[in-house]
């Protein structure tokens, strides 16, 4: 049974994967400490660059449609290379999604949940994850909907509450000290913002109209540019670009301390609503992909199948990589979270650049 979605579902799944990052560890905003005062800007300046990393996905959508990547990297390396390139990527998805659960289950139980034992946040996320690898894209991308929309509803209300709340002169004067720092400012948020591409790579396939898969990616990486660069400048202007570098949450630093006259204060329950709604489309997503991998390299399993298996190890994974906080602060630090996200990223744009050399045709071994 094939899934299809619509352009607005593989929208949603890309917003709702993205802004998990802007309530909690921002590395867009933060990608140099102090951050530049102008560091709305340096967020377009990052969708801009990762629509580069990006493009290739449209393309191999259009050379390939309705194939899956592992399907794709069988029809461009040959059975053997495929199968290696297959295992590699798999991997790759199990790795993230772990770093997911366990950076968010160690995010709750050190800020929030400081007496609950982080297993219970762990198996609560895993279970999530397979029900949503289970049912296919299809679920994937109707639970997308609800939390894109609960992310633009939520991030619309914490604006419009916090604005009162900022000083918009710590804002200026743009670029008072040139283009370098502001470049630089824009590296991490590349990374971020080149999710994207692993997004679309996993839900292009099930596009109901193929036509319109430049359309669903151009208008995702527009609109969370547009929401993170506006969290970007009242975060700056809230709290300052001092006060952005001493904070290893900003986000909800700043939700601890907006008001609204007398009667509503400390914001940070909004910001964690949004922030579990939106983890959880982004680890469904990544489970997904782990089960879809599984699958193609060994056929005999389905992906509702692989899921039991790859939540095993994940399971496992969680309570091994990143043991503590800062480990889990430093894989998220600016001047690293690029190195780490880039070689993943960047599997689209390899599989369309031999599939150019090669001239789109399939090689057998």
């Not at 929208?11 to 998990?20: N, P």
């Not at 922030?275 to 982004?282: A, D, M, P």
């Not at 199948?305 to 790859?310: E, Q, T």
Request: hydrophobic content about 60%.
């Amino acid at each position: 049974m094939r899934y299809e979605i619509s352009w607005w579902q593989v929208t949603a799944a890309i917003i709702a994967v993205q802004i998990s990052f802007l309530v909690t560890f921002t590395p867009a905003l933060t990608s140099s400490l102090p951050p530049v005062r102008e560091s709305w800007l340096a967020v377009f300046i990052s969708a801009l660059a990762a629509g580069i990393i990006v493009a290739p996905v449209h393309s191999l959508a259009q050379r390939f449609p309705e194939q899956t990547v592992y399907e794709i990297s069988r029809a461009v390396l040959g059975r053997y290379a495929g199968t290696v390139f297959n295992l590699l990527l798999t991997a790759m998805f199990v790795l993230w999604a772990a770093i997911a659960v366990r950076g968010f289950s160690l995010f709750l139980v050190s800020v929030v949940f400081v007496r609950t034992p982080q297993i219970v946040f762990v198996v609560c996320f895993l279970i999530l994850a397979l029900v949503g690898a289970r049912e296919g894209f299809e679920f994937i991308g109707r639970i997308s909907e609800m939390a894109a929309f609960l992310a633009l509803v939520g991030l619309g209300a914490y604006y419009a509450i916090a604005l009162p709340n900022a000083d918009l002169g710590l804002l200026g004067p743009v670029l008072a000290e040139g283009w370098m720092p502001l470049l630089r400012q824009s590296l991490a948020g590349i990374g971020v913002f080149g999710e994207t591409a692993i997004v679309g790579l996993l839900a292009l396939p099930y596009l109901n109209r193929p036509s319109e898969s430049a359309k669903a990616l151009a208008f995702s990486l527009l609109l969370s540019a547009a929401l993170v660069a506006a969290g970007a400048g009242l975060l700056v202007a809230i709290l300052g670009p001092e006060g952005v570098a001493l904070s290893a949450m900003p986000a909800l630093t700043a939700a601890r301390i907006v008001t609204l006259g007398f009667s509503l204060e400390r914001l940070e329950w909004l910001l964690l609503v949004l922030w579990i709604t939106t983890l959880g489309v982004r680890l469904t997503v990544l489970f997904f992909g782990a089960c879809l991998g599984v699958s193609a390299v060994l056929p005999r399993l389905t992906v509702p199948a692989a899921a039991w298996p790859v939540a095993a190890v994940m399971l496992v994974l969680a309570s091994i990589v990143q043991p503590t906080m800062p480990d889990v602060l430093n894989f998220f630090r600016p001047e690293s979270y690029l190195r780490y996200a880039l070689p993943f990223e960047l599997a689209p744009a390899l599989l369309l650049l031999i599939a150019l050399l090669r001239g789109g045709q399939s090689t057998q071994g």
